[in-house]
């Protein structure tokens, strides 16, 4: 099993759809990041929390740290939201353990 | 703020060959940067962690003479592949790291190695 499990593995909405990525982890965490990874590779980070809730435009990120649990929500989704979608976490030395990604499609 | 670059983004080499990508913090001291790999659909792995002025930590597996990571100055860390196999082609993304204890890391664009 792995460490940080995300689901769903990949998703497809429609536009304007409200999206909500799950991640869950298993270990003890210092921060949960959420990144997104467009397909050229570059790698944006979205969000760090470690407790509570943060929302940045139209993106939404949640922690309960007693459950060990995050999600990533989208609201009014877009085209150009499209992209993988990946958890992470940071435990010792600062390392990230990474989950698998979420590959999100919006279409028209 | 927090700008992180990569050169080259896209390198094609020969077998047998070295090749080396830099990473530079563009408006930050970088005292930590991190090297990853990813292969096609998977997730990153950790290659190695260096910090300024000192030897960087491998990961389990991974070969410390085979990938030469050097983090000569605050702003600038290398990775030399060397003597490169087709099993080296991959994407590799640095990300950076402030000093302060932060755990914020900010991420390279990534170069994407072919060896032929």
């Known amino acids: 099993k792995n460490e940080v499990e995300q689901s769903p593995q990949n998703l497809t909405a429609q536009e304007g759809e409200f999206i909500t990525i799950n991640c869950s982890y298993s270990?003890?965490?210092?921060?949960l990041h959420w990144l997104q990874q467009h397909p050229g590779g570059g790698i944006v980070s979205l969000f760090m929390?470690?407790?509570g809730k943060k929302k940045h435009g139209r993106l939404i990120a949640t922690i309960n740290i007693q459950e060990k649990h995050s999600s990533l929500h989208i609201t009014a989704s877009h085209p150009r939201d499209s992209a993988v979608y990946i958890c992470?976490?940071?435990?010792?030395?600062?390392?990230?353990?990474f989950g698998t990604g979420t590959r999100l499609q919006v279409t028209l | 703020g927090a700008v992180v670059s990569q050169h080259p983004s896209r390198v094609i080499c020969k077998s047998g060959t070295s090749v080396k990508i830099e990473c530079r913090s563009l408006d930050f001291q970088a005292t930590t940067m991190f090297w990853y790999r990813q292969f096609p659909k998977q997730s990153l792995m950790l290659m190695a962690t260096?910090?300024?002025?000192?030897?960087?930590?491998?990961e389990q597996g991974v070969e410390k003479d085979k990938f030469l990571i050097n983090h000569a100055s605050l702003t600038l860390s290398t990775l030399t592949v060397t003597s490169a196999h087709p099993e080296d082609s991959s994407f590799y993304i640095c990300?950076?790291?402030?000093?302060?204890?932060?755990?914020?890391?900010?991420f390279g664009p990534g170069t994407r190695l072919t060896v032929t």
């Open positions: 260096s910090n300024e002025g000192s030897k960087a930590t491998y």
């Open positions: 270990v003890g965490i210092s921060a």
């Open positions: 929390l470690s407790s």
């Open positions: 992470a976490v940071t435990g010792t030395a600062s390392k990230l353990t």
């Open positions: 990300s950076a790291k402030k000093g302060g204890g932060t755990y914020e890391q900010y």
